[in-house]
């Protein structure tokens, strides 16, 4: 027996509704015919019949991707806005610089759990989430000695996260904030800064695999982001070297007003009374050094250091 005409009709629909990749009235034409002989009717009332059965079956429901592939209501005139970039977040924004002193990068420090460093090391890595401006300094970058063991200062400006912080996960810089707590509510001078009660050399941050030889011009500084202090000081190993141009600096650390970021900065300052290079130091007593760093008035460094201290107190926190 030949099969029904409702087992029929799903077949027709089911083949229309395949879609394959050549032309739909072909494919009617095709199945109209092989009705037509198995039913015993004309070819064109094949035809029509599925013609009536595929458009019955489409205006039934749309498919979603026939509804992606739809052309919107209306044709923009103008040209197609792109999807708005949210940048990220500026939290360090210095609005004053001194003459010839330019910004030229801004980065991402992202967290490093201590667990991902190797410890026991002189310069451990851990740190919080931050950002870093650096500069160029009036003078421009100082040549680099080849062969030579030194410690040349970088410009740069940093601000440290502490809300998602805590001492299990970044030790350096809460140890280092610890220490830095007890310097600004104490405020001592600067030979008892450098003294073995604050233990200065040991917790500060970023860690260092060096010494601070000493402490010079020292300036505490309460602005509108919170409080933290400026001292002239050099990099050093044993003993050390002398004080000269290549490697000493301007440092700076502070926190903001609510305990929440932790703020550190270096800044290579040069004076025409040293020596020019760390090849020119001569043998001698670091001591006597300090004495002659600290009765140089603060406005004949390059950069002067007041300034430093300007462009210190025009940092705003967002």
């Not at 919080?128 to 500069?135: D, I, L, N, S």
């Not at 210190?312 to 967002?318: D, G, N, Q, T």
């Amino acid at each position: 027996m030949g099969r029904s005409r409702e087992g029929e009709s799903g077949r027709v629909a089911s083949i229309a509704n395949r879609r394959p990749r050549i032309d739909f009235f072909r494919l009617l034409e095709q199945v109209a015919l092989w009705h037509s002989r198995r039913m015993k009717m004309s070819h064109q009332t094949g035809f029509l019949l599925c013609l009536l059965v595929a458009s019955c079956d489409a205006s039934r429901s749309l498919e979603p991707a026939t509804l992606r592939r739809s052309k919107p209501p209306f044709e923009s005139k103008g040209p197609v806005p792109r999807p708005r970039t949210i940048k990220a977040a500026r939290h360090l924004v210095v609005s004053w610089l001194p003459n010839g002193m330019l910004v030229t990068k801004r980065e991402h420090i992202p967290s490093i759990d201590v667990s991902l460093v190797a410890y026991p090391s002189p310069s451990p890595e851990d740190t919080p989430e931050g950002e870093r401006v650096q500069f160029r300094m009036p003078d421009g970058p100082r040549p680099m000695h080849e062969g030579r063991y030194y410690f040349p200062p970088s410009a740069e400006l940093s601000v440290y996260e502490l809300r998602q912080s805590d001492e299990r996960s970044h030790p350096s810089i809460w140890k280092a904030l610890r220490q830095l707590q007890g310097v600004l509510a104490k405020e001592p001078s600067a030979a008892r800064l450098h003294s073995e009660r604050f233990d200065f050399n040991r917790d500060i941050f970023p860690p260092a695999n060096a010494a601070q030889q000493f402490h010079a011009h020292l300036c505490y500084i309460e602005a509108a982001w919170g409080k933290g202090y400026l001292v002239l000081s050099q990099f050093g190993q044993d003993s050390g070297t002398r004080i000269n141009n290549d490697e000493l600096f301007c440092l700076f650390v502070g926190l903001s007003s609510d305990g929440s970021r932790y703020l550190t900065g270096s800044f290579p300052v040069q004076h025409r009374a040293l020596p020019s290079s760390i090849d020119d130091v001569a043998e001698g007593d670091l001591e006597s050094d300090v004495a002659l760093l600290n009765s140089l008035p603060s406005d004949d460094f390059v950069p002067n250091l007041e300034g430093i201290e300007k462009l210190v107190r025009s940092i705003e926190l967002h």
